[in-house]
């Protein structure tokens, strides 16, 4: 059983794109359970639980993106996702603001990429100044891995102002952008993969997030 961890805040579902936000989870659980070929349950993040997961008999757990500002979550509401992540007994991917809750639960920075006086090349929904990546372009790897095997340049898709500036300890870096130095990180003992952009949004033309959650769950069979 693969869980699928919604880390979106409630407050969100308010938001604009609350509604297809909440259609893509699904979606996205559907995917996740074709390319590891067992059933993968959707759990929101102040739900799940050690219990829940020897319950259910969780191979690995998958965190969600969010959109909310990491303060807006009460500790109390997190506390059990986090002791899970410390806890490193079960191989996880985390996906963008996944990552950034992996990275910060084991001690790691999550800061904004900052301010920029550069005008937007596209359409995106961060305010004008704000530093940030948006929309489907390439990563540049930096290491060799078996979750990127099959990629040389992969394109895929970007939404944050957010990022790690260091990776946890334990972690080596696989992936940068000129904007986030770390796009991707990976802890091998633990087989913990990290992404700042969204490989669960992958596209037929843009197909390498398919082939990166993949190999992830190749991986750690």
């Not at 990976?186 to 596209?203: A, S």
Request: proline share 8%; net charge negative.
């Amino acid at each position: 059983m693969i869980v699928f961890v919604d880390y979106e805040h409630n407050k969100a579902h308010s938001k604009p794109w609350g509604e297809k936000m909440l259609a893509a989870r699904t979606w996205i659980t559907y995917r996740l359970e074709d390319l590891s070929g067992q059933h993968c349950m959707l759990v929101r993040y102040d739900r799940i639980s050690v219990e829940l997961l020897e319950q259910l008999g969780a191979t690995a757990i998958c965190i969600s993106g969010n959109s909310a500002d990491p303060r807006d979550y009460d500790p109390a509401a997190v506390a059990a996702l986090t002791g899970i992540v410390q806890d490193r007994r079960l191989p996880m991917f985390g996906f963008c603001g996944g990552f950034q809750f992996i990275a910060s639960a084991l001690g790691a920075d999550v800061v904004p990429l900052g301010p920029t006086d550069q005008p937007p090349s596209h359409a995106s929904p961060y305010p004008e100044g704000t530093k940030h990546e948006f929309g489907y372009f390439a990563v540049e790897r930096t290491a060799e891995h078996p979750v990127l095997e099959g990629l040389e340049a992969p394109i895929v898709r970007h939404a944050h102002a957010l990022h790690v500036p260091a990776a946890p300890d334990g972690f080596e870096v696989l992936a940068s952008t000129d904007i986030t130095p770390i796009q991707m990180a990976v802890d091998d003992t633990h087989k913990i993969v990290g992404t700042q952009f969204h490989p669960e949004y992958w596209t037929d033309e843009h197909p390498a997030g398919r082939i990166m959650i993949s190999n992830f769950f190749e991986w750690i069979s």
